[in-house]
Each structure stands twice: as C-alpha cells, then as structure tokens.
C-alpha cells in the first residue's frame, strides 16, 4: 500500500495568513493526489484533484501543486469558514485508496 | 446534483454484522461511476474499505477484504455494505461517495455512525 503523511498534524493560523500544508507519498504517485477539506460533523468536501485542478464552485484561494511524492495545499489568504481538517488522498495505486492522517487547522 | 444518502442501524453487537445502504438520488449508480464505502472512527482519519461498480465488480481494501461485502441494487439505485464479525475497532461514522473518475470522490453522503456494543 502507498503510505500518504501529511505534515504539519496541526496548525494555527489568523486569518488572512497564507498557509501551506504538505502531503508525501511512500512511492511516486505521479500527479494523482486530492485534497478535502471536513468541518465537524460533516462529511469530506472536495477541494483539488489532479494535484492541482481546483474542484468546481471551490474558492481560487485554495491552490495544489506537486507531483511525484511531494505535494502542497496552500490557502492563500484565511477565512473563517477554511478552519477545518484537511485530508490528502492518493488515487494512482489501487486498491487500496489510501489518506493521509490529516491536518488541523485552527484559529490562532 | 448527486446525493447519496445512508441508512441502516447505528448499533451492532460484536460478532454481529454490520449492514449499511446507501441511496442514490439526482444521478444513476448505472451511470458509469464507481461507488465507494469510506469510514473514520472517532476522532480519527480517513479508511477507504471498497467500491462497486454497476456491473457489480468489486474491489476491496486487503485490510478488511475477508469480511466486507459490497453489493448493488439498480432496480432501487442503491448500493449496500456488509461487514461480519465486528469488534469495537468497527465503531466508526461510515460514508457512501461516488468516484467521479480516478477514485476522485466528488460526491459524498452525509455519513452515519455505527457503535459496536453489547
């Protein structure tokens, strides 16, 4: 199985900062890594696909990048409503579908 | 606009089965997509567990593939999970989602938790 960590675990942040969390794969994945994002009680949101693709309805302030094993979320100015967990997914190796741990972000 | 809905009873005795559907609206589970069961324990990550498509092909994670089924209903476009032999590490919020394309899961359902507990 392809091992997915994402670091930071947790994170604090103030609003408008911009803020980067990383994804790294056990073994190349190529470009096919997803981002979600998932508030309390809630389910998984669909952020970037493809690494980079930005889902549908998304705001432009969510970016990806990368490739390989090494990839990137970054959110380029906080909103209140982007505290939440975010969880990176690979797609390339299947099955299994693998996730990363996932990464808190908190109001700081 | 997809939704995907589950159901089935929030508690299960260990060794029992656990026994989940989820219905499709909006869209067909025959529309060419695969079908996914994903679950997260309590204040944990992410665990995908299977998929189905409409044909009814089925892939599974090794880590549960000895105890999972997946199955499809198209006549009710739904699609369902069954996992036997459940322990307390099953207790978990179980989700359906739709693979858009490339196990790309674009649609999910609003989750159900299931305790195994006697």
């Known amino acids: 199985d392809i091992q997915m960590t994402q670091s930071p675990s947790s994170l604090s942040a103030s609003v408008g900062d911009r803020v980067t969390i990383t994804c790294r794969a056990s073994?190349?994945?190529?470009?096919?890594l997803n981002w979600y994002q998932q508030k309390p009680g809630k389910a998984p949101k669909l952020l970037i696909y493809?690494?980079?693709s930005l889902q549908s309805g998304v705001p432009s302030r969510f970016s990806g990048s990368g490739s390989g094993t090494d990839f990137t979320l970054t959110i380029s100015s906080l909103q209140p409503e982007d505290f939440a967990t975010y969880y990176c997914?690979?797609?390339?190796?299947?099955?299994?579908?693998?996730f990363g741990q996932g990464t808190k972000l908190e109001i700081k | 606009q997809v939704q995907l809905q589950e159901s089935g009873p929030g508690l299960v005795k260990p060794s029992g089965t656990l026994s989940l559907t989820c219905a499709v609206s909006?869209?067909?589970?025959?529309?060419?997509?695969?079908w996914s069961w994903v679950r997260q324990p309590p204040g944990k990550g992410l665990e995908w567990i299977g998929e189905?498509?409409?044909?009814?092909?089925?892939n599974f994670n090794p880590s549960l593939k000895s105890r999972v089924t997946i199955s499809v209903d198209k006549s009710k476009n739904q699609f369902s999970l069954k996992l036997n032999s459940v322990t307390a590490s099953d207790t978990a919020v179980y989700y359906c989602?739709?693979?858009?394309?490339?196990?790309?899961?674009?649609?999910w359902g609003q989750g159900t938790l299931v305790t195994v507990s006697s």
């Open positions: 909006g869209g067909s589970v025959s529309s060419g997509h695969w």
């Open positions: 493809g690494a980079s």
């Open positions: 997914q690979q797609s390339y190796s299947t099955p299994p579908v693998t």
């Open positions: 073994q190349s994945i190529t470009t096919y």
């Open positions: 189905i498509y409409h044909s009814g092909r089925t």
């Open positions: 989602a739709r693979d858009g394309d490339d196990r790309v899961f674009d649609y």
